[in-house]
């Protein structure tokens, strides 16, 4: 099987090795390059081509979120998931509309960790998008309502969705994608 390659993107050094480290241990995932502003990242997807980037938010220069907005336009095939200490309703909407596929806290377990990856390179969004300070960990919120993911239908996610993706997205819950 063809291994999902992966560019990591923080402008911390120890993050990335935590980062690098918890993916080396996941079969059939390479870490292809590290960045460690949006710049660097935009010039290493171009090189390496990888399937998924994890992107931090937040980086000197470039940040991600720029960063995400610049690959989503000029690299269909790679799919960005932003790594963020926020979990507020704010930062997951903004990143989403800058064409991420997927929003990860920084304190997500490690299982969390690997169906994200697994999940935003077969081309689906992921379905923990957040969760607030509060919200217990695996759910979606809208306003003050908290859903379980595993008792969230795919329609509902794809509701989820379509509120938080700009007005040119298809209204799946596939990045780009036409179809579930």
Known sequence: MTPIR???????????????????????????AEADDGR??????????PDVVL???????????????????????????????????????????????????????????DQAVRTVSAGRMTAPAYRPPRAPRGGLVQGTQWFPCDSVPRTRLAQ???LWLPPTWSGSCSHRSPSC
């Open 160 to 162: 989820f969705a379509a």
């Open 55 to 113: 992107m931090d938010i937040t980086m000197p220069g470039l940040n991600g979120l720029e960063a995400t907005s610049r690959i989503a336009r000029d690299f269909s095939h790679t799919r960005v998931i932003i790594l963020s200490m926020h979990a507020s309703e704010d930062h997951v909407l903004l990143a989403l509309r800058q064409g991420a596929s997927g929003y990860l806290l920084k304190g997500a377990r490690r299982d969390e960790l």
């Open 6 to 32: 992966v560019l990591l993107a923080d402008d911390h050094e120890l993050v990335r090795a935590g980062f690098r480290a918890l993916l080396d241990s996941l079969s059939d995932v390479e870490v292809v």
């Open 40 to 49: 660097a990242a935009l010039k290493l997807v171009a090189l390496h081509r």
